[in-house]
């Protein structure tokens, strides 16, 4: 299946391939596209839009684009909620100091944008971050912390 975000990827837009890719669709194809051409290429192309304006998978009632994913396809293991929350806080700005480990997480979305602004090399580069945060945040759970 194809999905569709905007173009020049961050904290969500990381995210949310990651999760799409290891949860929802393990065949997914990722679309990057500038935001005034989210609509059109999503009828174009059938593509599920996320993390953007408007879209069903995207920012509602206090939520990212990761949480909105995690709701939308019944996600709650307690290792994938923990992460929820460290994407929440890095993703939204006033957020970014309910985790301790946001501004980390923001930080390294930050240099890996600089270092890979092609958005496909991004996602390839970082998801290998998401599984060792993933498998951290499952050991946290499974401690009690």
């Not at 990381?14 to 669709?25: E, H, K, M, N, Q």
């Not at 953007?52 to 509602?60: K, R, S, T």
């Not at 993703?91 to 100091?97: E, K, R, Y």
Request: one cysteine or more; hydrophobic letters at 40%.
């Amino acid at each position: 299946m194809k999905w569709l975000t905007r173009s020049h990827v961050h904290v969500d837009r990381v995210a949310c391939p990651w999760l799409i890719s290891r949860f929802v669709d393990n065949e997914a194809e990722f679309l990057f596209v500038p935001r005034s051409e989210i609509d059109g290429v999503a009828k174009e192309t059938g593509a599920i839009p996320f993390d953007a304006p408007g879209v069903e998978l995207g920012h509602h009632e206090n939520r990212c684009s990761f949480e909105s994913i995690m709701l939308k396809y019944g996600l709650n293991e307690p290792g994938l909620v923990r992460l929820g929350k460290i994407v929440h806080a890095a993703d939204v700005s006033s957020d970014i100091d309910t985790d301790p480990i946001a501004r980390g997480l923001e930080a390294i979305a930050s240099g890996f944008s600089l270092r890979y602004p092609n958005d496909e090399e991004n996602l390839s580069c970082q998801f290998e971050v998401y599984d060792a945060l993933y498998a951290w945040c499952r050991l946290q759970v499974a401690k009690g912390q």
